[in-house]
Every structure is written in structure tokens, then in C-alpha cells.
């Protein structure tokens, strides 16, 4: 069904309709996506993003090419808030053949004048158009359609301008009589009294529309009740992205960073999705060959005796923190970077894994079994553009662009602060070719010498501690790949963890490259770390 179409029934039927507010093709697709049946292009809100006033100071042309975007991006009808129609009746005629050129489904106009001014500013000064003239636009704009079902509604500014019920009435009359599709009566009283008092004397004539942004306190119900056709809500997304954008510019301001912000706001991913990249990753299927595919493999297969009662019937990697399990979260970060394939080897309680999106691979001799073991279950799946982590460990979003930045074949993520461990903590601490030494453009250089599970006092100071993450190019998922096989036929492989492969390849003369972060991590061990975890 055409758009055109779709609008029409919506205003004439007598099931209350709703239009959403949007000004440009991503907040149309948002608007969309929520289950809007059709749009509300608003005049405010389009100037708004333009950053001028909503009196006309963005010319027509320009508003007309920010809906083309609105249409292009959506399926549903959009009607345009087009102010006056741009001036007498001639410029209305050429704005609706450009609407109808742009697959715009209707344009609504009100009876100011030319120039006009928003009106919740100064509406009682604001003079009327004269009745006749207005109706000769409204008969301008039907004769220059070239579809029937293009809508046209006309917007009385009787009750803003103060001209009370009475003029109300007789200007809608005089617009229904000329064609309007539907009249808009609007009012910025806090209360629909106007509204009411309008529709007890109009009937249904034909259908009418409103917009109430001022009396928004009044419940739906009380609109179907008195037959109102269509309830736009005018300006609310432009308005919730003032704020939004108002708080992250003010939080990056006093941080200078971006740690307190890019866990809060959409990963780049979503920004990607709205834009529809997903047609064109197909269309580039049929024209070449993409390489490049990103691929993870999460080691979750122990239970994690230490938290005893805690993981009694279920992983430690499923633990919830701040209300979503360890391992939902890691599979979101890493969906959110672009990770296409994830593979999570499970072994304690498999049964109790939930539906996430990824492929299990099952580790049965968990039980007996070390971390490389649980690898050798997903073998097959190191390749390509790889991410390695545990299923216990909880990050920051930017870690993983971090090491998608690093020119090595294969990098480790180091905390540079090692979180406060103390001397008695066994864990992955490392000695690299140089300390953190915070000099921005220089981690190419860090190469890592060794890694060792526990903290000998009696030698310096490690360097800091791997946090469980390990990256490779398709170069060095190879390189992995053959060290792990040559590892699963030695002795005692069953028992070996990952920093018995990375010392392996770092004997291999295998450059494996190192970037420091300052904390931004956590892990959970214990319950001393469970509890720490969940205010992270």
C-alpha cells in the first residue's frame, strides 16, 4: 500500500492514531523501529537540529531535503509540519509536487502568516491568515497533487492566537469546505479544555488532529472518547537528545576521557544498524570476496570452587553482576566491537548455559583439565582476526579497540596496576621489555619477556598482570594454533594454562606485543572479589 494511502486511513479511521516527532532519516528509523505507523516531520525539531529557530529561517529547500532523508530511511508515512506552505499559493503548489516527488505521504499547514514564529512564543501576537486566502492555498495545494490520497491538513492557530472557540469553528469549516484531509486544532493551554470544547461542537465533520505537547497530563482515553482521529507527540525525541547530548558533552568536559561515558551511550555497532550497513555487508558479498571476519573463543568451563555455595548449580561465568551474568556481557561487548563467530567452551554445569547468540563447544574432562585443554576444544575455530578471554572477567569496551589497534600478530592486555593485588595473589603477573611508562604512541614498542603465576619477592617488582586477554591477527592465529598443538602432545598438557603456550611462543622467539591499562577490569576468584565486582 502506498504511503500516501497508509496516512489517509490512518486520519480517517475512527481508531485513534499516533504520529511521532522526527527530524532527520535517524530519528525517522528510531521512530520506526518503536512501532510508529507513521511520522510527524516537526517543523521545531528540524529547525532545532539546524540550530536556528523555528520561524522559518531554515528555507524550504533545505527542510525539504531533510525529509528525502526521513523517507528514504523509513516505510512509513510521514507527514511534514510545513509551517505556512512557504508562502502564498504558488509556493505551496511547488512544495507539494517536491513532497510528492520525495514519497512524503502529507503536509500540514496553519493559517499565520509568512514568515511564521513557533506557536508556544508569542501566539497571541501572531496575526492570522485571512480565511479565504488560506483556503485558496489548501485548494492550491489539492489541484497540484498528482496522487488523490496525498493528505493535506489544515492547522487553525485560532485558540493560540486568542481568538477563542467561535473563530475556531468557523475557520475550520472554511478549511473542511475547501478539502483539508483533516483539521489540526491546536492550544497551548495546559488543560484540553480548547480541544474539548471544539470537538463537542465540530462533531465529525471530519477527522481532527492534535498535538498535545502542553496537555500532555490528560489521559489517551479521554482523546478516543470525543472522536479525535490523530494525536501527534510533537517534539519529544528532538527534545530527549538535547539532554542526552547535554550530559555525555558535560561528563567528557570534567573527565577528559571517555571511561564514565562509552558504557552508557549506543556502541558505534547500533549507530551502524540504523544506518542499514547490514544491506550493503551483502551487497558486498556479490562483488568481492571480505576478509577480515572477526571471531572470539571464552574459556568458561570451570566452576570456580573457591565461591563455594555461589556456584553450586551453576559457573562462575554465569554468576550475575549488577544483574546480567559474567558471560552475557563479555558476548555483548565483543557483539558490540563487531565480533561475528563467538565460541564459549563449557564444562561445569553445561546444561545451565543459556541461549546467547554463540556456539558452545564442551569441555566433559573440565573436572581434570586445565585452560589450554578447554582451547584445544575450540582448535578448529582459531583463525582469522582472533579475541581470547576468559568467562570470569568483567572490562571496559575500550580494551577491545585498544588491542584491535596493536600492530602485532598476537597481544596480551596488561594492568599496569596490577588492581591492588597483594604478594600472595597466584595469578598471570609479567615482566615486559619496559614498565608502563604512560608515553601516548609507544605501545608497539612493549614486547613481553615472560609471564609467571606467582610473585617472587625476592626478584623485582612485575611489570604488571595480564588481565585474560589475547588477541591475534590472522597471522597469529596460525602461530597460536601450531603452538597449541605442539603443546597437546607433550607431557602434562592437560594441566597447563594459557601462560604456559605464551611463554612457549615467547621461547619460540615470537614477539608477543603488550599494551598497559591502569585497572578498568576485574576478575572473580573469590568471594572478596564477587563482592568488589558488583559495584564495578
Known sequence: MKKTTVLKQMIQSKELAYLMEAHNGLSAKIAEEAGFQGIWGSGL???AAMGVRDNNEASWTQVLETVEFMSDATTVPIL????????NFNNMRRLVKKLEQRG???VCIEDKIFPKTNSFL???KQPLADIEEFSGKIKAGLDARTDDD????ARVEAFIAGWGLEEALKR???YRNAGATAILMHSKKSTPDDIFSFMKEWGDRCPVVIVPTKYYSTPTEEFKKRGISTAIWANHLMRSSVKAMQETAKQIFIDQNLMNVEDNIVPVKEVFRLQNDQELAEAEKLYFHKNGEKKAIILAASRGKELGELTANKPKALLNVNGQPILKQTIDKLRNFGVEEINVVRGYKKE???ELGCNYIDNDDYSTTGELASLFKAKDHIEGNLTIGYGDIIFKSYILNMMEESPRDIMIVVDSKMSNRDSQYV?????CNRENTKVFGEESALVLKTMLQQRDESEETPHGEWIGLVRTSAKGSEILKKALIDLSLKDGFGEMKMGDMINYLIKKDIEIGVSYIEGNWMDVDNFKDYEKIQVF
Do not use: H, N, W
Not at 511534514?80 to 508562502?87: A, F, I, M, S
Not at 595469578?427 to 615482566?431: L, T
Open 150 to 153: 496525498f493528505c493535506i491538513v
Open 104 to 106: 512524503v505521504a502529507g
Open 45 to 47: 525539531s528540524i529547525s
Open 352 to 354: 545451565s548455559f543459556p
Open 80 to 87: 511534514l509540519d510545513g509551517d505556512t506552505g512557504y508562502g
Open 122 to 124: 508569542r501566539g497571541e
Open 427 to 431: 595469578g598471570d603477573f609479567v615482566f
Open 172 to 174: 475550520a469549516e472554511a
